[in-house]
């Protein structure tokens, strides 16, 4: 099986071009998944390994910036029994009768008044790097730490603090991702759950938040919200996404009842500026964001009624290597005064 399991692997990396045949990054690819593999994780894993990554565009043939890609995932892959990938692979198991619709929240919580949509922070969202942040789907310790979150930027995601917090909030992300995931990338399939999901939620609204939690996953699950917007043509949705190359690829499609705002400290921050891509950036203290110019958007109005470009100001505990726990604390303080937050 495992000599099966690495020829499959080679046929992928080769037939599309991601990996030379006999180099370093071919062996580094082998050795960081060998301890998968001896594991049982066989061929289904290496298919979606390779997938992933061309999907991606993640191989791009520099040696450094590919090991050092590899390394990020072989890390949680050889400390922990954490697989970045089992959402390709597996689903929790779905009651039909119970399960058929997406959760939406109605809004009322600290921040939004009107409703949205959630999947799991940090382990939807491919293109996160300054801010990713995840906590295990079974709620277990990190062996390589010690903590329930996992934090691979400088900057702690608070959608991933409160998963960490509220379980019943990292239950119903999840159940989430696990229905879409049902449509394996069939736009149609996840654009029709999504209305009907809407539909059961009352469908009496006017803006509609996508991803207060997460981000789109897949070209596909990108798409398929196009689709609803454009079903939807009274509805004002907005969201903020690092997932860029999905946007870079429908430029020109995207309905105007959708407004995207690209989320600075992601892996493909470069296509901001050469598409001119409205963006949002965190900032450490309301001085930086009058350095920069950047207004403070303390409650997604500026988001969703402005075409701008504008500042969020860090918040929520931070990890202590990033030395930003002290001015994030300030800056909650700040916020609650401002009512944009009460957590």
């Excluded at 062996?27 to 979606?48: C, D, I, P, W």
């Excluded at 190359?245 to 892996?267: E, F, M």
Aim: with cysteine; aromatic share 12%; charged share 25%.
């Amino acid at each position: 099986m495992k000599d099966n399991s690495l020829r499959l692997l080679e046929l992928f990396i080769y037939n599309k071009g991601c990996i030379k045949k006999g180099s370093l990054l071919e062996q580094a690819a082998k050795n960081s998944y060998l301890k998968k593999l001896n594991e049982g994780h066989y061929t289904e894993l290496y298919h979606n390994l390779v997938e992933h990554f061309s999907a991606h565009n993640k191989l791009t043939g520099n040696l450094r910036e590919d090991v050092a890609y590899l390394k990020e995932f072989s890390l949680l892959l050889e400390n922990d029994n954490f697989d970045p990938f089992a959402h390709l692979v597996k689903t929790d198991k779905i009651d039909e009768k119970n399960d058929c619709v997406l959760s939406i929240s109605m809004g009322g919580n600290a921040k939004l008044n009107h409703p949205y949509f959630s999947l799991p922070a940090g382990n939807t969202c491919p293109f996160a790097n300054v801010c990713k942040s995840f906590v295990k789907k079974d709620r277990s310790k990190f062996k390589s730490s010690g903590m329930k979150i996992m934090d691979t930027g400088d900057i702690r995601c608070y959608a991933a603090s409160t998963e960490l917090i509220y379980p019943n909030v990292q239950n119903s992300r999840w159940r989430n991702f696990d229905l879409l995931q049902k449509f394996k990338g069939d736009v149609k399939g996840m654009a029709e759950l999504i209305e009907k999901s809407l539909e059961y939620a009352g469908k009496n609204f006017s803006l509609f938040r996508i991803h207060e939690s997460g981000d789109f996953f897949s070209q596909e699950y990108f798409d398929a919200w196009l689709e609803v917007a454009k079903n939807n043509p009274n509805i004002k949705f907005y969201t903020y996404t690092k997932a860029l190359p999905y946007w870079v690829a429908r430029l020109g499609q995207i309905p105007p009842n959708l407004k995207l705002i690209a989320s600075k400290g992601g892996k493909y921050d470069h296509l901001i500026d050469k598409y001119n891509l409205r963006y949002s950036q965190i900032v450490t203290s309301p001085e930086e964001a009058k350095e920069l110019k950047l207004p403070i958007d303390v409650d997604d109005s500026l988001a969703y009624n402005s075409d701008k470009n504008f500042a969020l100001l860090l918040h929520g505990k931070q990890p202590k290597k990033s030395g930003l726990n002290t001015q994030a604390i300030k800056n909650q303080k700040l916020l609650k005064k401002m009512k944009g937050y009460t957590n």
